[in-house]
C-alpha cells in the first residue's frame, strides 16, 4: 500500500472493517506516514444530496491535481453487514481514475454518522499518499455528531424543505458546522432558510474570527460548487493560521516558564524594594545560550528562527 498499490490500499480497508487481529501493528505503521491530508467531513439529513456535491467536489479538486480519497457510510445490510449501496452509483464517473479511491463502508449500527472504520480508513488514505479525504456520513440527523472528531472542516448540507431551524439548531448542528450549504437552492424557501441560518449564526456567535458562510448550491447542477470548495480552502487557512497562534502562545508561555524559574531562584518576591532593576539585573545572570540567543546581543539582532517559534502540530 506504501508503494501504491490499490489492490492492497483495498485488502487493508477490508482488514479494517472485520477488526483483523493484525490490524495494530499494520496500523501502528501506518500512523507514521499518515501525512497532512485535508479530512473534509459531508454531512446533513437522508435526500439532501450528500453523494451529489460530493461527486461534484471530487471532480474540481481533480482539475486542481490533488489526490482524492473518499470515505462513503452507508447503511449496513441486515445480512452481510456491508454498505448497502456499494460505491457510490453518483460517484462511478471517477472509477476509472487513478487519483481517485472511493469505498463505502456499512454503518453497522452507529448512531453517530460514522462507521467503527472510518478514522482508520481515513488514516490508511493519508498514508497513501491523498490529500484530500472526503467523508460523507449516513445521515442520521440529529444524532450526526461524529464527524467532528475526524474532519478538519465541516460541511452541513440541508435543503428548502429540512424543517424547523429552531429544531436544526437544537440537534447541535450550529455546533458542528463550519459552512452550511443550502442545496436544491431553486426551490422555493430556500432564501428564507439561508436567511434563518444566517440570523441563528449571528446569534451563536463567530468561532474566533471565522465567519461561519451560508452558501446556496444546485449540487445536481454544479451551481454554487466552485464557491464551496473556495470557502473550504480558507476554511483550512483559517485553521493553519490558528495553528500557528497556538504555535506562538505556547513558546511564550515555555519561555516564560524559564525566566520565571530563573527569577525565583535569585530573589523572594516579596523582597524586592525595585523589581525592575532587580529583573534587569537577573536577566543578565540566565543562561540565554540553552534558548539559542548570545547573552551579548540586543533582542532586536537575535536571527529570525529566534524571534519567531517554528510551527508545532497542533489539531483543531
Known sequence: MLRGDRL????????????????????????????NAHVIGVTGPPGSGKSTLVDQVITLYRQKGFKVGVVAIDPSSPFSGGAVLGDRIRMQDHAGDEGVFIRSLGSRGSRGGLSRATRDVVRLYGAFGMQKILVETVGVGQTELDIMEVADTTIVLLTPESGDTIQTMKAGILEIADLFVVNKADREGADRLQMELRSLVEIGGSDQGWDLPVLLAQASRGIGIRELVDLVEDHRTYLRSQQRKEGDQTFREETLEIVLDELRKKIKIGRVENPYQAASEILKEIPWPRLGVSTHRPRSSWPRSNRRPGKRSVRR
Open 8 to 35: 492492497a490500499l483495498a485488502r487493508l480497508i477490508s482488514l479494517i472493517e472485520n477488526r483483523s487481529s493484525e490490524l495494530l501493528p499494520i496500523m501502528a505503521r501506518v500512523q507514521q506516514r499518515s501525512g
